[in-house]
């Protein structure tokens, strides 16, 4: 069993910054892939960022230059620093984590940016 906790959603003004985290604890001692899905009201859920446990990274072109992923390896943590906010990153984010050949998705946290 694997629980994701996430933190550092809320409201914020278009230009502002905001900072997700996402801790993984349970039955499995690392994940491989961790990132960050988002779905906005009436939209499918699409991939933000995402990072392998070697670190590599990828990025929706949305958010390319705005947002860095990072992640804790000792910790089981992955965070979303995001910076430059718009009103169109409003959605709920959600965490993702890959490890023991299974996927888990996190509760979700609302970001709302307005203009």
């Known amino acids: 069993q694997v629980q994701l906790v996430e933190s550092g959603g809320g409201l914020v003004q278009a230009g502002g910054s905001l900072r997700l985290s996402c801790a993984a604890s349970?039955?499995?001692?690392?994940?491989?892939?961790m990132g960050w899905y988002r779905q906005a009201p009436g939209n499918q859920r699409e991939l933000v960022a995402r990072?392998?446990?070697?670190?590599?990274?990828n990025y929706a072109d949305s958010v390319k230059g705005r947002f860095t992923i990072s992640r804790d390896n000792a910790e089981n943590t992955v965070y979303l620093q995001m910076n430059s906010l718009k009103p169109e990153d409003t959605a709920v984010y959600y965490c993702?984590?890959?490890?023991?050949?299974?996927?888990?998705w996190g509760q979700g946290t609302q970001v709302t940016v307005s203009s």
């Open positions: 993702r984590v890959t490890g023991g050949g299974r996927l888990y």
């Open positions: 349970g039955s499995i001692f690392s994940f491989n892939s």
């Open positions: 990072i392998t446990s070697g670190s590599s990274t």
